[in-house]
Every structure is written in structure tokens, then in C-alpha cells.
């Protein structure tokens, strides 16, 4: 097992945790106990958990796991979902994508729609998110669209004053966010309240929301509120939603997609 695979594994049993002991997590990664704790420490000196005796626990109460390190959870469904909301984008239109795994993936199914490789332009862009930028702007018929701020290390999204300033002067056919949390009661959710607040603004320029998030996200409320569940106009989620779930979201008046 590479490096990287190694601390993706880790840190993901210690967000589902808590805690892990040295002996435990070389036993589940089949690794030697040295290696496990060259890793904690290594990972502890990058903030990324907080180094203890014999083990290592959650980097304090609102711990995130960056992006790179959450790209592997229900990939097949973020996949699925993505191809799905990318086949509600019409050419010539207007797409704002937040930040995360499920927006990227979102971002990489336009690219390679056989009806939008030409146009003046084909689609715009608009993101807070670099890595989505960086991979769709090789693309010479989306126009890309970038707003300012500071970058969030976590989610590689720009935040701050200076992205408001740009969202503020445009109009948007549809939004596309992805969520931490989506619940009919608590509305649509991030962890953190700036990234949120700027995903709250492209929400109030867009024509149409909609909601991307597997459904391990359904039903589950954060920090940070983006925005109440009846300013969604679509909810694109995977086909392990329960029914319960969806009912509760069509009577709240949006469209369920499961895929």
C-alpha cells in the first residue's frame, strides 16, 4: 500500500472514530506498528490529527478531511450522480459548480459530453473551486469563469469578500452544489460558514439549484447553512435513498433524481 492510500485509510477510520491506537490501525492496514506511527507523526506535524500516547485522535471539534483524501468514498455513485446532473445542463448555458468531490465530478461529465465540444461558448463556467478551473480550463469551448478570494486548503474553493464581489455581478441559468448535509428541516449544509455563504450567493444568482450528494448525505444537518430546502429545485442523489427520504423531499417540492 502506497503512502497516500495508507493516510487516505487513516484518516478516514480516524474521522469515523475518533480515535485510533498505533496496534489497531497496523493491524487493519496490515502494516508494521513503526510504520503507523511514522504516519501519525508525519500527519500530525501537517495539522492534520492530533498526535496522543500510544495513537492519534481527530484534529479538533470540526475536523475536515481535505479533498484529496475524500475522492475514493462512494466514487461509484458520485460518478452516476454526476452524469445525471450534467444531462440537466443545456449547451450555451450558465453553470455556477461549489467545490467538491461530487462538483469535480460533475465538472469532468461535461467535458466529455459529445454536444458540448464546440460553441461560442459551449457552456460557461462559473466556480469558486481551482481544481475544477484548472481541469476545465484546457477546454477552449467553455468559457471558465473564476471568482477572486482566499483559497480554502481543505476544499481548494476561494472564499472571502473578494469572490462575493464577483458572484455579486452575474447571473447564473443553474447552480450546482455540493453539500456535506442535506435535510428537509435544516436545508442544504457545509462546515464551514465561508465556504457556505459564498455557496449561498451562487445559489441567490442561479435561475435553478441543484443539490448533488449521495445519499450517505441525506438526512444529516452541519454547521454551516447554504441555503433552505425549498430554494432546491433538484435533488440528484444514488438509488440507496430510502424512500422515506425521498417522499419527505417532493413534498418539500423538489424533483428526486436517484441514479
Not at 41 to 64: F, I, N, P, W
Not at 156 to 178: K, R
Amino acid at each position: 500500500m502506497s503512502r497516500d492510500a495508507r493516510w487516505k485509510a487513516l484518516l478516514e477510520l480516524l474521522v469515523e472514530r475518533g480515535r485510533l491506537d498505533v496496534e489497531q490501525a497496523a493491524a487493519e492496514l496490515e502494516v508494521s506498528a513503526a510504520t503507523i506511527r511514522r504516519d501519525f507523526d508525519q500527519l500530525a506535524e501537517q495539522q492534520m490529527l492530533v498526535r496522543t500516547r500510544g495513537g492519534a485522535v481527530v484534529h479538533g471539534v470540526s475536523y475536515e478531511l481535505p479533498l484529496r483524501y475524500k475522492t475514493a468514498r462512494h466514487a461509484s455513485e458520485k460518478q452516476r450522480i454526476a452524469k445525471a446532473v450534467a444531462d440537466l445542463i443545456a449547451p450555451g448555458e450558465a453553470v455556477g459548480l461549489t467545490g467538491g468531490t461530487t462538483t469535480t465530478e460533475v465538472a469532468r461529465a461535461l467535458a466529455v459530453r459529445s454536444d458540448l465540444t464546440s460553441g461560442s461558448p459551449a457552456l460557461t463556467v462559473v466556480t469558486n473551486a481551482l481544481n475544477i478551473a484548472n481541469e476545465l480550463a484546457v477546454r477552449p469551448q467553455f468559457k471558465i469563469v473564476v471568482t477572486g478570494g482566499v483559497a480554502r486548503p481543505q476544499s481548494y474553493e476561494l472564499i472571502g469578500p473578494l469572490a462575493d464581489a464577483v458572484l455579486a455581478q452575474i447571473t447564473i441559468d443553474v447552480a450546482v452544489l455540493g453539500v456535506v448535509a442535506f435535510d428537509v428541516t435544516h436545508g442544504a449544509a457545509a462546515h464551514d460558514e465561508a465556504e457556505a455563504a459564498i455557496n449561498r450567493l451562487l445559489c441567490e444568482r442561479a435561475e435553478r439549484v441543484v443539490v448533488a450528494a449521495d445519499s450517505s448525505k441525506l438526512g444529516r444537518r452541519a454547521f454551516a447553512r447554504i441555503c433552505a430546502a425549498d430554494a432546491v429545485d433538484t435533488l440528484v442523489t444514488d438509488t440507496a435513498v430510502d424512500r422515506e427520504t425521498v417522499r419527505r423531499f417532493e413534498e418539500a417540492g423538489l424533483q428526486v433524481i436517484a441514479v
